[in-house]
């Protein structure tokens, strides 16, 4: 019994190659080589076959990535992570104007789009300027500012009439709105007038205990700083 022949990988890449070219029928390579012809065709298939594989993967081997390098990246990534956080936090705390003077407009790496996310404002709000009061409403806030010098106790409604009243239309949101924005407050009687002030004496009910219906009237008297009452005649 003959023992197999294993033959080499370069072997049958060249006889595949022969058999490719179709100069030679394949029983004049099987000849040749000294092969069975049924095996220059399973060379020439897989040939056929996995040369398409070459041309995607690009023929080039995958690099093998060291663990330790994977594990350096990773604990890496996680204090970029939780650097990101804690710089995030801090940065919603300040005022939003604050936040937008710090955006660079030229910064060579981060684009003006990625520092807004990274400061958790809107691109819109980095571009928006105001526009300011406009001349009628400037107008308006000076003689308001001129009336409430006069009447500091002038509530909006109040400011409202009086405009009203020297022809002049205004209604009372614009009012309201221009009056908050000059931080104007009326001067007026404040809730809980009869509230009384520490240190003052709180006269006790002396009638809480009497029983009877109606008798003739109490009078008080003061014996040496204190208050007493009496009651005349018999009651009810």
């Known amino acids: 019994m003959s023992k197999r022949r294993n033959h080499a990988a370069g072997f049958k890449v060249r006889v595949a190659l022969e058999a490719l070219k179709g100069e030679r029928t ?23 076959e996995g040369a398409s594989d070459i041309f995607e993967r690009g023929g080039k081997k995958t690099a093998e990535i060291d663990e330790e390098t994977v594990r ?3 604990a890496k990534i996680g204090e970029l992570a939780v650097a990101k956080d804690f710089f995030v936090q ?74 009203r009243n020297e022809g002049r239309p205004v209604n009372q949101k614009r009012n309201r709105r221009l009056i908050r924005l000059m931080r104007l407050m009326p001067i007026y009687q404040k809730p809980n007038t009869s509230k009384p002030t520490k240190g003052h004496m709180t006269y006790p009910y002396l009638l809480g205990g ?7 009237p109490i009078r008080f008297r003061r014996d040496a700083g204190i208050h007493t009452h009496c009651r005349f005649g018999n009651g009810g």
């Open 72 to 74: 350096s990246l990773h």
């Open 90 to 163: 801090k940065a919603q705390a300040l005022d939003r104007q604050v936040r937008c003077r710090m955006i660079e407009r030229d910064h060579p790496t981060l684009s003006i789009g990625a520092q807004c996310r990274l400061l958790s404002i809107s691109r819109s709000s980095f571009y928006y300027e105001p526009q300011g009061e406009i001349e009628v409403n400037l107008a308006l806030m000076f003689l308001i500012d001129k009336q409430f010098l006069e009447t500091p106790f002038y509530s909006v409604r109040q400011m409202t009439w009086h405009f």
């Open 210 to 216: 009497l029983r009877g219906g109606w008798g003739p």
């Open 26 to 48: 394949v029983s004049d390579l099987a000849a040749e080589y000294g092969v069975h012809p049924t095996m220059i065709h399973q060379w020439k298939k897989a040939l056929l």
